[in-house]
């Protein structure tokens, strides 16, 4: 499959996208599933965070202001709504599923004829709400490949984060922080690579926002992030390797900072790693075959599957670190990149 930049999408029923220059261009290993697999459904990040529909959102979640004049952010169920229309107009022949919306920092507060009741008196309608941190997905289901056995699927999401903003002044750009990749539907693990990822979108109202969305997804090419995560699978770490790697993850974060500026950032915390260890013996579907040794596309979802226990705002720039990382690891295992510290 390739998703190629033009202007607009105009898929027809026989697999051809019209290039603006009148040209067509057949999209390739592009699956479209025969009937709906059934997976088990896990949440695309876990930590804190608990799901909640789109229509809480919108109708049992007030929206933050900028304090010093009033004027109004750019809401969650906005952004998620802005998103939708674009896949929409992108993917306009594909099944598109519903948002799965998750939420954390529940900010309450009361409407102002309740200022001096005590908290057990409060009626429903006197208590607001609003989510500091909120993170979505929207899956296309129709468009999917084969990775290792692991079907992963077309998928776009974002995430706002009420605290990178400065609620106390007044209104300036805000910022949003959004990607299109694939979702491994084996373990709902999130697979996103830097070109499908943008990790702060500053904008000012609506349309701009909309506008950076259509770039970045018009802009993705699917079959070149599809071909890197295929070639993970065709290389593999020895049992002695993996706990080269666990360690030297370990060390990582306690080098002098000049030696740590030398080798490439790894993003994940020390309880992640932990996280990666344990399922490198228990995980059902990554962990070590027989010998010990683990294809690195395995050890990629062993690294996204930890990240789960992150916080909505470094979530998904843990989840693109660990995708370079195991390029690089990768690239290490033939003495070619600086990642070969952490196996040596």
């Known amino acids: 499959m390739e998703i190629i930049p033009v202007v607009e999408y105009n898929k027809q029923s026989n697999g051809v996208f019209n290039l603006p220059e009148g040209q067509s261009q057949v999209v390739h290993n592009l699956e479209i599933p025969s009937e709906n697999k059934v997976y088990q459904h896990n949440p695309f990040i876990e930590a804190n965070t608990k799901e909640v529909s789109l229509s809480t959102l919108k109708h049992d979640c ?26 929409g107009k992108v993917f306009s022949h594909h099944t598109i599923e519903a948002p799965e919306v998750r939420v954390s920092h529940q900010i309450k507060g009361r409407t102002a004829d309740a200022i001096y009741k005590p908290v057990k008196e409060l009626l429903d309608h006197e208590k607001t709400q609003y989510f500091e941190r909120m993170a979505f997905i929207i899956r296309i289901p129709s468009i999917t490949e084969n990775i290792n056995g692991n079907e992963v699927s077309l998928t776009v999401g974002g995430v706002r984060a009420y605290n990178q903003e400065n609620l106390y002044n007044r209104k300036t750009y805000e910022k949003f922080k959004f990607f299109i990749g694939f979702q491994n539907m084996v373990c709902c693990n999130l697979c996103i690579s830097t070109d499908g990822y943008q990790d702060e979108m500053r904008v000012g109202n609506y349309s701009e926002l909309q506008s950076k969305i259509m770039d970045l997804v018009e802009n993705y090419n699917a079959q070149s992030h599809l071909q890197e995560m295929k070639q993970l699978s065709q290389q593999s770490i020895t049992e002695q390797q993996f706990a080269q790697l666990v360690g030297r993850a370990r060390l990582y974060n306690f080098l002098p900072k000049e030696e740590k500026s030398q080798i490439p950032e790894l993003l994940l915390n020390d309880g992640q790693i932990s996280t990666v260890a344990k399922d490198y013996y228990q995980d059902e579907s990554f962990c070590r075959n027989e010998n010990g040794d683990i294809n690195l596309w395995k050890v990629y979802n062993l690294f996204t599957r930890a990240n789960k226990s992150s916080y909505i705002d470094s979530f998904l720039s843990r989840n693109v670190n660990a995708f370079d990382f195991t390029k690089g690891l990768a690239n290490a295992i033939n003495d070619d990149s600086k990642h070969r510290w952490f196996l040596s």
Do not use: G, M, Y
């Open 62 to 87: 007030i929206i933050p202001v900028f304090s010093k004049d009033n004027e109004k952010t750019l809401a969650h169920q906005e952004f998620i709504e802005i998103a939708q229309d674009c896949v």
